[in-house]
């Protein structure tokens, strides 16, 4: 017969790899949730990034028109078609940012909207800025 003293060690044994495991899965989601807020930040700092650039380039066509002789109403106008464009342009953006952001982690978003997402660029390179200034 099985002495009772190999049953309890294989149980040990068993019960030491299920507390592995387990613990192993909790710490890789945690640094998982992590790496999906870095790529968050990344990104979010990409699209202001474009968006800047986005301006210049605004700024520059009409400075372009004006030289070239466009009158005032038609600049106007190409002003209105350019921000309802940039509007379009921010709105869909972070609506497939959204979309694309890993399900599980998605409640944790902080923003829905253009203006949300950068108050939370801002809020998070503060915080990281003040962090630099006290090491």
């Known amino acids: 017969m ?26 890789g989601m945690g640094y998982l949730g992590l790496f999906v807020r870095v ?8 699209l202001k990034i474009l968006d800047e650039d986005a301006g210049y380039v605004r700024e520059l066509k009409i400075k ?14 190409i002003k209105g078609l350019d921000a309802e464009a940039l509007r ?3 709105e869909s953006v972070i609506a497939h ?10 409640s944790r ?4 909207d253009w203006g ?9 390179e503060r915080i990281q800025n003040d962090a630099k200034q006290f090491k």
């Open 2 to 27: 099985i002495e009772i003293e190999i049953v309890i060690n294989i149980l040990a044994f068993v019960l030491g790899m299920l507390f592995h495991k387990t613990c192993s899965d909790a710490l």
């Open 39 to 46: 790529v968050e930040l990344q990104a979010l700092k990409m």
């Open 64 to 77: 372009m028109l004006k030289q070239a002789g466009v009158e005032g109403e038609s600049i106007n106008f």
């Open 88 to 90: 379009i342009w921010r």
């Open 97 to 106: 940012f959204i979309a694309a952001y890993p399900e599980k982690y998605r």
């Open 109 to 112: 978003l902080e923003f829905t």
């Open 116 to 124: 949300g997402a950068m108050r939370q660029l801002r809020y998070v």
